[in-house]
């Protein structure tokens, strides 16, 4: 590892100059800041349904990227907090709920410190039988990846064991002071302590989990608070070959790999503001039938009935259903298939096949 990177100094990112597709995330993503306000007043119990939603699909996809899973039911239940875990997935899924409740409803009250990271990490691995919830890591470990054919590749080797404590209470005093000079957007800062943690790689387990619920932390202190409503750790799984792209090129100027990071939370603000878009319509006249169809009619392909009982948070499972129904009757949509695995597409959509 180079000594660059030991250097932590994100207020030389204002020497930096940004390229214009940058530029336009970052000028697009605070366009969606200043209007998440008036999102926010709209429709407060549809809102609770969203957040509701966004858990259970945050902690779905954050553990699922590290092999973490258990059955959907399970799940619901786990977060829900109306069952106990029954094997050790289902103890660091409990952990990961836990932790992101506590970030969804205490972020203004969890400084960027790594007494607090540590903390958070021991309340991440709190329900399994591990004894290093808490501490950082006491032997050296590397991030690889597995090919197809069995092949393991070493992507990044971090830093030792002995360089961890000082370098984690680094980037977060360099993080602070940069924040506090207001030299260097947040949206620049943030994607730059995500991938120094990450780089760093802390712990012994659980890194990448952490990574994603400090990556909520930082949207969250900083006023982008679109996460609660969109998972962005959803957002992220679906993108997930470009985390390993970034620390693969760790040591080739890896301070320039912002964009993918800036795209996910563009990509959760524009869904935020199309799921408020049907929340609105629900605020009308509007019949299921009508806000079903609406919704429908913007997808492109096949698509689940979940698909759209998450996307119109304003009405239940069963008016969805008689919607969907409806609209197969009438000729919009047609039916795929049975049972949990029919599918709906617009009819126009499939008379060329």
Not at 67 to 73: E, M, N, R, V, W
């Amino acid at each position: 590892m180079v000594d660059r990177m030991r250097e932590f100094d994100y207020s030389k990112l204002a020497d930096r100059t940004l390229d214009n597709e940058i530029i336009s995330y970052i000028s697009k993503i605070h366009e969606y800041k200043g209007k998440q306000e008036l999102f926010l007043r709209q429709k407060p119990v549809e809102l609770e349904r969203l957040i509701e939603i966004a858990k259970i699909q945050s902690t779905e996809a954050s553990n699922r990227i590290e092999g973490i899973i258990t059955t959907g039911s399970r799940l619901k239940q786990l977060v829900a907090d109306k069952t106990t875990p029954k094997n050790r997935d289902e103890e660091e899924i409990l952990g990961y709920r836990n932790v992101l409740n506590l970030v969804h409803e205490n972020y203004d009250m969890l400084p960027i410190k790594s007494n607090y990271i540590l903390q958070i990490h021991r309340d991440l691995l709190k329900y399994t039988n591990y004894s290093y919830g808490g501490q950082f890591k006491t032997t050296p470990n590397e991030i690889d990846m597995v090919l197809e054919n069995g092949e393991k590749v070493v992507l990044f080797k971090p830093l030792e064991p002995y360089e961890t404590p000082d370098a984690v209470n680094m980037i977060c005093e360099n993080y602070q002071s940069a924040l506090g000079k207001e030299l260097v957007d947040e949206l620049i800062l943030i994607p730059c302590f995500i991938l120094d943690f990450l780089c760093i790689h802390p712990f012994n387990d659980g890194n990448g989990r952490m990574s994603r619920l400090l990556t909520l932390l930082l949207l969250y202190r900083s006023g982008y608070l679109v996460g609660q409503y969109i998972s962005i750790e959803k957002a992220i799984a679906e993108t997930k070959e470009s985390y390993y792209d970034a620390l693969q090129k760790a040591d080739k100027g890896w301070h320039e790999e912002k964009n993918d990071m800036l795209g996910v939370i563009l990509s959760c603000y524009r869904e935020f503001e199309s799921r408020i878009t049907v929340v609105e319509k629900a605020g009308t006249k509007s019949t299921s039938y009508d806000i079903v169809k609406a919704y429908t009619s913007e997808r492109i392909g096949k698509f689940f009935k979940q698909e759209v009982l998450v996307s119109c948070p304003s009405l239940g499972s069963s008016s969805v259903e008689s919607a969907l129904k409806k609209l197969v009757d009438d000729g919009t949509l047609i039916r795929i298939g049975a049972g949990r695995k029919t599918l709906y597409a617009f009819l126009a959509l499939t008379v060329h096949k």
